[in-house]
């Protein structure tokens, strides 16, 4: 699983609408890396280093950034049909973007808009679940339904209102999701916070185990369930959030991504975790590939993960592998 993201990420270089070696790709990076002179055409450079690798990287970071949020939250709230989406990160970056784009189109503030009000919508959520005497894990997911609803009523409110000719067709794009206009730029603004969610996820991982067994059960094994659930719902909203302000809105990586982790290293978080990282970007990496490589023209990377998503997930529940056993 450590070697499988690393051989794909290689493996996406090579692919375009240039294709090329492995050998020429490894030769390039090597060049770079070293700052020695080759030989090759500088189109290649171009095409590597200002196209593909911001590209790829994004699709790792992205789909490492879903699928462990997913994890999380699915352990958290110790349900199989909880996604990365379920407190309204998804919905409120989407408003935010859509906003943004009515009003300038900036890239720059399209990202930050969409950044900021997903951490908005979960800040929100978690408010309204705070209203409860006796806030629970349910209370929080119900939270973040009714705060999705609002703000995906919001976007659809912009869209319109938005102009048909020019606007609304950027906004429709956006919320699809794809990672064609991505820049290195992109995957530097991401990066902060995607790692700084991957490291404190991976090091409290054993304890997502103990949560998953329930509240009760939690506190009476000594752990502030509380401060966890905070922490848990923290990292998982910066690295989702990140993620939805430079790729748009991917579904269902968060919520298929760790059932195939359950399937291949079982439920024990210590193990899962890492092993859900791995997946995620390799699957995302994969289906951007056949995002841009399938038809003449790119197919919306959100498509393409719900057309794989949906019959997968309609295989496990087949199997009757969706669950904890």
Not at 33 to 38: A, E, G, I, K, L
Request: with cysteine; hydrophobic share 55%; net charge positive.
């Amino acid at each position: 699983m450590i070697a499988t993201p690393i051989l794909v990420f290689l493996a996406s270089l090579c692919i375009g609408r240039y294709p090329m070696s492995l050998q020429t790709v490894i030769a390039i990076l090597v060049s770079k890396v070293f700052s020695t002179h080759n030989n090759f055409p500088s189109m290649l450079d171009t095409v590597i280093f200002q196209v593909r690798l911001p590209r790829v990287a994004a699709g790792a970071l992205v789909g490492a950034s879903l699928a462990l949020s997913g994890t999380s939250f699915q352990g958290l709230f110790r349900n199989p049909l909880v996604s990365a989406q379920i407190l309204g990160v998804a919905a409120g970056a989407g408003f935010g973007a859509a906003i943004a784009i009515l009003l300038s189109a900036e890239p720059l503030l399209v990202q930050t808009s969409a950044f900021a009000f997903g951490i908005m919508a979960v800040g929100l959520a978690y408010l309204i679940s705070r209203t409860y005497k006796s806030p629970s894990s349910l209370t929080l997911v119900l939270a973040g339904i009714i705060v999705g609803a609002l703000f995906s009523a919001l976007t659809s409110l912009i869209k319109y209102i938005a102009d048909p000719y020019e606007r609304l067709p950027s906004i429709v794009f956006w919320l699809m999701g794809g990672l064609s206009m991505v820049s290195i730029d992109d995957v530097l603004w991401m990066l902060p916070p995607t790692l700084f969610g991957i490291t404190v996820l991976t090091l409290i991982r054993w304890r997502i185990n103990v949560l998953s067994m329930g509240e009760d059960e939690a506190l009476a094994l000594g752990v502030n369930v509380e401060r966890y659930r905070l922490i848990i719902v923290t990292c998982s909203t910066l690295m989702t959030a990140a993620a939805v302000s430079i790729s748009g809105i991917v579904g269902w990586v968060g919520l298929v991504i760790p059932h195939i982790g359950r399937m291949l290293v079982g439920p024990d978080h210590k193990v899962l975790v890492p092993a859900s990282i791995a997946i995620g970007a390799t699957y995302l990496m994969l289906v951007d590939d056949l995002a841009r490589t399938l038809t003449a023209s790119e197919v919306p990377l959100g498509i393409l993960t719900a057309i794989v998503g949906a019959p997968f997930f309609a295989y496990l529940l087949r199997r009757k592998a969706v669950g904890w056993r």
